[in-house]
Nanobody, 120 residues
Framework: QVQLMESGGGLVQPGGSLRLSCKAS????????MDWYRQGPGKERELVAA???????HYTDSVKGRFTISRDNAKNTVYLQMNSLKPEDTAIYLC??????????????WGQGTQVTVSS
């Protein structure tokens, strides 16, 4: 069984920073891409940032220059450093990872999400 657990969300003022973490645990043989998605009030879920197993990164245009995704492969953990936060960044942030489980093959796994609220 595989679990993804996010942490680091909270309430922050506009212009502030937060660092999200997502740790994968369980019967993991290998992890490919690790991603951060978000879903704001009344909005569809969108991909915010992605990082490959080799460290290549991708960002949605609205966060480029403000957010940084990174990962620690030894800890099966992905991070999202969010700077210069704006009210429109308010959302539930969810972690996704493509994981190889022995006997089950590759599959996508999701965390439960962590709330980020940007408000004065």
């Amino acid at each position: 069984q595989v679990q993804l657990m996010e942490s680091g969300g909270g309430l922050v003022q506009p212009g502030g920073s937060l660092r999200l973490s997502c740790k994968a645990s369980g019967n993991i043989f290998s992890i490919n891409a690790m991603d951060w998605y978000r879903q704001g009030p009344g909005k569809e879920r969108e991909l915010v940032a992605a990082i490959s197993s080799g460290g290549s990164t991708h960002y949605t245009d609205s966060v480029k220059g403000r957010f940084t995704i990174s990962r620690d492969n030894a800890k099966n953990t992905v991070y999202l450093q969010m700077n210069s936060l704006k009210p429109e960044d308010t959302a539930i942030y969810l972690c996704n990872a493509r994981i190889l489980v022995p006997g089950l093959g590759w599959d996508d796994y999701w965390g439960q999400g962590t709330q980020v609220t940007v408000s004065s």
